[in-house]
């Protein structure tokens, strides 16, 4: 009826605005704050869909994007600046090294579950952090990689942020796929409860790897678009911190779905910006919306939307209402 | 030089061995691993100093309200934002994650309420260092692993020989067989909570006279203290003392045999090494 | 109920935090100011020099505008914090230059956050001035960007001339893991091989360390006869401490970072006989004015001597150059500005001892000369001036 035409209209337009809205932005003028600020954006949105490959969708508690993030950028970096490889080689590079990390270690590390998952890949994590500062030969060490040059061709602010956004649609495209195919299925069926999927046929290793895999790869094409939009690399950006503030960041948005990583993101790179006056208090203000969202809405913005929906709509149908059940991270599948 | 680095490594693997204990009774009552162990200690060690140091009270005055400050903090965390997800029976990321959030908010109330400066704290051990058979020993030392000791010894007796004790114990083995024979879980995580935070506020204490306190004292104690724990064995209260002075002791003597500036990398890599290939830890569970 | 009010939580902290209004909005604006943008982080890890920086700055706007300011316009400070981080700081300064029209920056706070934000001036070809941070690449390859301070080579070398006259011959060098500690490591190194000295050992450490043990003791076993330091405060009397508590007395010589206001009365007796390096000179009556100046405005003494008077040359230096370009109305010329202040060939300002005359050119943004150091030791329980850099001679 019209409920049902109205949501067809919004889930359509709505994508098909926001994309309008992406290609047309470069054209609004484009001043250097706000483009940078919608760069970060789009950025910071393929760390958050890969942690939520592995986090959201498949269940599986990964504190180690930020190293990957570092991994990536470093590895573009240094053989722009100190080798000289062409732009595009450089960034599949800093593709490659995070995900062959995660190919390499994810076995071992993803036998693991619960706060012992956790704990390794903090321990991976650091010690990616660790060596990029530390290595300093290879690295540069504390004060970073310095002269990263762009193609000329893409000097410009314009194109630069067409090839970030272009690549962010694509891997947004990308996860919805995963998501409604089998892969995502059988992400989904490992994160509620790993044995009953093993039970049910899925090799929940493999898909466990190609979730860290996959996650890993996306951090660092983030790195490596990085690493090449401010020049400048150092290793301070890629610490146990952000990691954990990624984390948040996608919790808050709603873990395991699109919306969520979208809002996420947004939170992540405009939130200090909206609030100049308070500055001294912004990781207490994110800390206590996280608090905030776990207690009261664990769904995250996105989820409990989504989930207030559907609870209408299942209103509107019964006049029954839902059991309360257990309020997972990561909506219903979906 | 051996000799001097295994002392320096037992003091802080102490440091470590106190907060690690702190997580495995908070983790044994309510099968939770808190993330914001380190900032219990901080906030015990920020404490210390202005009671210490601003109101000028003695040092067992001082510590004991910096205990009961961070305790305090610990319940506030657990009735608060913790029981919450436990009642709702929310998956163990939620609440793990929470810790996360917890940290975050205790970490930057902490610069609010104290400021970024570094600030120093009194101790009462001298700071002439004793010398017994040509190793120098650092009376802050010296104070931090009788008090660790006494710490642990109190908490074995707790624990083993107080009814109090063994119903904390019983809750973390069985929580409905506890409940139905009439002890109540949720005082007893509460108590647990207050516990840990006190054990956490005392290694601050302890640690704050060294490296002076600031709100940033935690964070990587708090990863210690836990890949501490993971070492030994999750769960055993044993394991937690044994795997800080382990790690304290690697640490050391890493940074003074192989190389300082790569000892973080190192330790962590212990950590990844155990993991993979003995999770339960290196001393049996005492389950 | 509650669950519903909780839930709105989150979305009432945002919208009261956009709301708000800034702290400093409010002051009265003035009409037609010349805003130069400050960058620093007043938040995170370098907040305690940040505030230090600003300090400075703040006084120093002060006086220019009591001194008819930019030729009758008034010169107003914009402050953004970046916490330190580099990516905030990069977009800090975009967000200065696009969105709050300043005619220059003045920024980071240390190395890691001017390395970074750096490049976005130069791709604007804006003017910056950068307050404190000391490796050598900062003004490599960047047209726009002016030095106000020393590079940590001139200090390192100062330091061994010290050591060399005091008749040490086995230096160990210990540094802090940080862009600051690598790159001091790095010029106290080329300090010593200029001189054929040998360094017998090279220790690192996190900043923040519980226990520094492992470094004193190589350093020990190496049989080095002198310490010298580029650390942090903390860490500092740390190794003070334990250096003293190993038996293993020696003296230490390091940075003007060690004199941190915390540094002292965590290190207690272990401090006496340190001795520093810095570019402030103290017994200047004029800096002592300014730190008196400090203490009334902010209710404290600043964190570190130096910082306040790094700010305050930046901002006196950046208003020379200002008012030879700035029009009665509308945008500096940033190309213009640039070369006035490379025309800068005599500035004296509150860095160095007394007589210490900033030098720029084309070819160099590095203005501070070298020698513009002065030598402090703890004696007694406090700091005192040891002596400058130029009397080594006659020692």
């Not at chain 2, 901080?42 to 005055?61: H, I, N, P, R, T």
């Not at chain 2, 394991?239 to 962590?268: C, D, K, M, P, Q």
């Not at chain 3, 007395?249 to 206001?261: F, I, N, Q, T």
């Not at chain 3, 370009?325 to 007394?354: N, S």
Request: hydrophobic share 50%; net charge positive; charged share 15%.
């Amino acid at each position: 009826m019209a409920g049902r035409r109205v949501r067809r209209t919004v889930r359509v337009g709505g994508p098909v605005l926001a994309l309008l809205f992406l290609a047309a932005f470069p054209l609004l003028g484009l001043k250097p704050y706000f483009s940078q600020l919608m760069d970060m954006l789009g950025i910071v949105l393929l760390l958050i869909l890969g942690l939520n490959l592995i986090f959201g969708y498949a269940g599986q508690i990964s504190i180690a994007q930020a190293g990957f993030f570092g991994l990536g950028a470093y590895t573009a970096a240094l053989l722009q600046a100190k080798l000289g490889w062409p732009f595009p080689l450089a960034v599949l590079a800093g593709v490659a090294s995070p995900s062959l990390l995660a190919a390499v270690l994810g076995t071992p590390i993803l036998r693991l579950k619960g706060y012992y998952l956790a704990l390794a890949t903090i321990g991976l994590g650091t010690m990616v952090y660790e060596a990029l500062e530390q290595w300093q030969d290879l690295t540069g060490g504390p004060i970073g990689v310095m002269g990263i040059q762009r193609p000329p061709a893409l000097d410009g602010e314009a194109l630069y942020y067409y090839l970030i956004w272009g690549l962010a649609v694509l891997a947004f495209l990308m996860v919805r796929n995963l998501d409604r195919c089998a892969v995502g299925r059988a992400w989904v069926a490992i994160r509620e409860n790993e044995r009953a999927a093993a039970a049910m046929g899925i090799d929940a290793a493999r898909y466990k790897l190609l979730a860290f895999v996959l996650s890993a790869a996306l951090a660092g094409l983030a790195g490596g678009l990085y690493a090449f939009l401010n020049r400048y690399i150092s290793p301070d950006s890629f610490g146990l911190n952000y990691s954990m503030i990624l984390i948040a960041s996608m919790i808050i948005g709603g873990a395991g779905t699109l919306g969520g990583a979208l809002i996420g993101s947004g939170l992540l790179v405009l939130l200090p910006e909206l609030t100049q006056a308070f500055a001294d208090y912004h990781l207490l203000v994110f800390g206590a919306i996280l608090v905030l969202v776990l207690r009261f809405l664990p769904r995250g913005a996105w989820g409990s939307l989504r989930r207030h929906v559907a609870d209408h709509r299942a209103g509107e149908a019964t006049a029954a209402s839902p059991t309360p059940e257990p309020q997972a991270l990561a909506g219903t599948p979906r | 030089m051996f000799d001097q680095l295994v002392i320096a490594g037992i003091a802080t693997g102490c440091i470590y061995a106190l907060l690690a204990l702190g997580m495995t009774i908070i983790f044994n009552s309510s099968s939770l691993v808190n993330l914001a162990q380190g900032e219990l200690l901080m906030a015990g060690g920020l404490s210390y100093v202005s009671f210490a140091a601003g109101q000028k009270l003695s040092f067992a005055l001082a510590l004991i309200l910096a205990m009961a400050c961070a305790a305090w903090v610990a319940m506030l965390a657990e009735g608060l934002a913790l029981r919450p997800l436990r009642v709702a029976n929310a998956p163990i990321v939620n609440a793990i994650v929470m810790t996360i959030g917890l940290s975050m908010v205790f970490k930057s109330g902490g610069e609010v309420v104290w400021g970024k400066t570094p600030l120093p704290a009194p101790s009462p051990a001298s700071t002439t260092a004793l010398w017994i058979g040509g190793i120098s020993i650092a009376p802050q030392n010296l104070l931090i692993v009788v008090s660790a000791v006494l710490a642990m010894g109190i908490f074995w007796f707790f624990f083993d020989h107080t009814l109090i004790g063994r119903a904390l114990q019983a809750v973390s083995t069985n929580r409905e067989a506890a409940w139905i024979m009439g002890i109540n879980a949720d005082r007893m995580v509460l108590l647990a909570f207050a516990l840990s935070g006190a054990l956490s506020a005392l290694a601050g204490v302890l640690v704050a006279p060294i490296t002076a306190a600031a709100p940033t004292m935690g964070t990587m104690l708090g990863l210690k203290g836990f890949s501490a724990a993971i070492i030994g064995g999750f769960g055993s209260l044993w394991g937690a003392v044994a795997g800080g002075i382990l790690l304290g002791l690697s640490e050391s003597l890493t940074a003074g045999y192989v190389s300082s500036g790569f000892s973080t990398f190192i330790s962590f890599g212990l950590v990844l090494l155990v993991l993979f290939l003995k999770p339960a830890g290196l001393l049996p569970t005492r389950r | 109920m509650w669950r519903r009010l909780g839930a709105l939580g989150p979305g009432i902290l945002l919208a009261v935090m956009w709301a708000a209004p800034s702290p400093a909005a409010g002051a009265a604006a003035a009409k037609n100011p010349v805003k130069i943008g400050y960058v620093g982080g007043f938040t995170g890890v370098v907040a305690d020099l940040g505030t230090a920086h600003i300090g400075g700055a703040k006084l120093a706007v002060e006086d220019v505008n009591k001194a008819g300011g930019i030729n009758g316009r008034a010169l107003e400070l914009v402050i953004y914090d970046d916490a330190g981080d580099p990516t905030t700081s990069v977009t800090r300064v975009q967000r200065a230059i696009t969105l709050d029209g300043v005619e220059a920056i003045i920024g980071g706070t240390h190395a890691a956050t001017t390395m970074a934000n750096r490049v976005v001036t130069n791709q604007a070809k804006m003017v910056q001035m950068s307050p404190q941070a000391q490796n050598r690449e900062l003004t490599q390859g960047m047209p726009w960007l002016f030095r106000v301070g020393t590079m940590d080579l001139h200090n390192a070398r100062a330091l061994v001339a010290l050591m060399i006259k005091l008749g040490y011959k086995k230096p160990a060098i210990q540094a802090s893991t940080s862009a600051f500690g690598e790159s001091g490591a790095r010029s106290l190194r080329e300090a010593l091989e200029a001189k054929g000295i040998k360094w017998v050992a090279e220790e690192k450490h996190k900043e923040g360390s519980a226990d520094l043990t492992p470094q004193v003791l190589a350093a020990k076993k190496a049989g080095a006869d002198v310490l010298l330091l580029w650390a942090q405060g903390v860490d500092a009397a740390l190794m003070a401490k334990t250096r003293r508590q190993l038996g293993y007395e020696v003296p230490m010589l390091g940075l003007d970072s060690m004199m941190h206001a915390s540094a002292l009365p965590i290190a207690g007796e272990a401090y006496e006989g340190v001795i520093a390096v810095s570019i402030a000179d103290t017994s200047r009556p004029d800096v002592r004015e300014l730190f008196a100046r400090f203490e009334k405005a902010f209710g404290a003494a600043p964190a570190t001597i130096y910082s306040p008077l790094l700010s305050y040359d930046a901002v006196q230096l950046l208003a020379r150059g200002l008012r030879q370009v700035a029009p009665p109305e509308g945008k500096v010329d940033q190309a213009r500005l640039k070369a006035a202040l490379e025309g800068i060939t005599d500035y004296q300002g509150m860095i160095g001892p007394k007589g210490t005359t900033w030098r720029f050119s084309a070819t160099n943004h590095d203005g501070l000369p070298e020698g513009a150091s002065v030598f402090y030791r703890v004696q007694s329980g406090k700091w005192v001036r040891y002596m400058a850099l130029a009397d080594l001679g006659q020692m």
